[in-house]
């Protein structure tokens, strides 16, 4: 690895050091950029999250899933449900996350917005490239 390459990996972890609680990135109008489910987990990388006031990748993690509800109805996984989709809310609870997206279709232009809940034990948040 470089000097500049080992420079660039520090700017991108310094906000990241100081983060103690999901809480604190925002990912209000992120955009998502692909979701992996495999077994009982779940991968979801967004574009623009909020760390610290810098525009950041994201990975969010979740592992142990035990359900997906999305608009109140039962699902077996998450995908994307439409070619481009804004992060309107996340945010934890004691058992999961809530997540509300605004899903497009930009031909036809078509947009919905879905509320999903996941119930996982293990939930994380990582910079990503």
Avoid at 69 to 82: F, N, Q, V
């Amino acid at each position: 690895m470089t000097v500049a390459d080992q420079e660039q990996t520090a700017a991108v972890w310094a906000p990241w050091v100081r983060i103690r609680n999901v809480a604190e990135i925002s990912f209000h109008e992120a955009t998502i950029r692909e979701i992996h489910t495999l077994d009982q987990a779940i991968s979801i990388v967004v574009d623009q999250a909020s760390v610290e006031s810098l525009k950041s990748a994201v990975r969010i993690e979740r592992r142990d899933v035990t359900s997906i509800d999305r608009d109140g109805m039962s699902i077996d996984s998450l995908t994307m449900e439409k070619e481009d989709g804004e992060v309107l809310s996340l945010s934890t609870t004691s058992t999961g996350i809530e997540l509300v997206v605004e899903w497009h279709d930009f031909l036809p232009l078509v947009s919905e917005t879905i509320a999903y809940k996941v119930q996982c034990r293990e939930f994380s948040a990582m910079p990503c490239p």
